[in-house]
């Protein structure tokens, strides 16, 4: 079992950054692939990037060339998502989550993500 908490979120200007936090309870956590997705006003909730159980393998969606880096931390139990030149069409609730099972293949699909946090906003706004 996990369970996952998102901070960081808030108001930016076009161009800033923001570094989203997830912090996740159980001991088990690095055992887990993780991600971030992320929903817009009116829009499906969409894939930004996941993270295999150790780190090393990163995939990051398409759209974002490069402006985002995710990281996580298994001694802290923590993952991160460092956000840079925003755009206002980041703007979304993004959520961090955990994958159903330990151990799995790293991957883009909501249906195989079986823990989420409750979302932090960020407003992308000049």
């Known amino acids: 079992q996990v369970q996952l908490v998102e901070s960081g979120g808030g108001l930016v200007q076009p161009g800033g950054s923001l570094r989203l936090s997830c912090a996740a309870s159980?001991?088990?956590?690095?055992?887990?692939?993780m991600g971030w997705f992320r929903q817009a006003p009116g829009k499906e909730r969409e894939f930004v990037v996941h993270?295999?159980?150790?780190?090393?393998?990163?995939n990051y969606a398409g759209f974002l060339k490069g402006r985002f880096t995710a990281s996580r931390d298994n001694a802290k139990n923590m993952m991160y998502l460092q956000m840079n030149s925003l755009k206002p069409e980041d703007t979304a609730v993004y959520y961090c989550?955990?994958?159903?099972?330990?151990?799995?293949?790293?991957?883009?699909?909501?249906?195989?993500?079986?823990?989420w946090g409750q979302g932090t906003q960020v407003t992308v706004s000049s």
């Open positions: 993270i295999s159980s150790n780190g090393l393998n990163i």
């Open positions: 159980g001991r088990t956590f690095s055992s887990y692939p």
């Open positions: 989550a955990a994958q159903q099972s330990p151990y799995s293949r790293p991957s883009t699909e909501l249906g195989q993500y079986g823990y």
